[in-house]
């Protein structure tokens, strides 16, 4: 009972006739026959959400590998749902947005997030510090004219550039683990790189980064975003998909 209530997704797997899977199947709006997965919420939590893999009495285990996609699918749409609350607890900061679009470009920055600008590099940054925590998560937008399309080595040339003028101390790319991918932004196409960044400070600091490059016909210009975690001794994963989430709302405007 007591580590029920600790989760915040819950999974469990049997039979109808398991107390537990019994206990979560009752919950249900409507009767479901095996094989199946029902999901209710606040079974021994608030706002917990509990996935029941109902399995029928015989081929358990074939019927177990068959629902697990749909499992999976299920327990990530939960997750994401989970990142953005947790994100976006304050709010989108819409003023900040409808001032962008008048400069050509968007984003759903959350209102506890940092911003400011200088000429054409706009900055937007959560840091988050105290005695025992160190939590940066931070965003850099700018544009170059026009709209050659960017290569895998245009862009880490553009990442090194601003490695050198736009972060103090400069940072520098490590070798290791980089990837390039084609990435969709609203209806447009643009190239991304992701990699391990490492300030060039006595104690270095380092983090994964996202780069991309998006073109924007209609305005001539190409912009290129740089977001950046700095979260040492923390699970990275929930703050780069909330970084992920920034980068995918951007939006070019007339």
Known sequence: WRDLRLWQQVVVIGTPEDAIVANVAAKSDAPVEPPAIVTVRGVWARDQVVSAVLLPPDRQAEALRELLP?????????????????????????????????????????EVYLHGHEDSVFRFANPYRQADTDLLRSILVTWTEGTTQQTPESLIEWRERIDETEYEPPQDILPKAIRFASVQVGDLMGLEVRGVWQDRSNFPAAGPFITRAIACPRQNRTYLMDATLFAPGKDKYPYVRQLEIILDSFRCTE
């Open 70 to 110: 749909g499992l999976y699918q299920l327990l990530d749409e939960h997750y994401e749902e989970w990142i953005l609350q947790r994100m976006y607890t304050t709010g989108v900061n819409d003023s900040l947005k409808g001032a962008l679009a008048g400069l050509g470009f968007t984003l759903d920055v959350p």
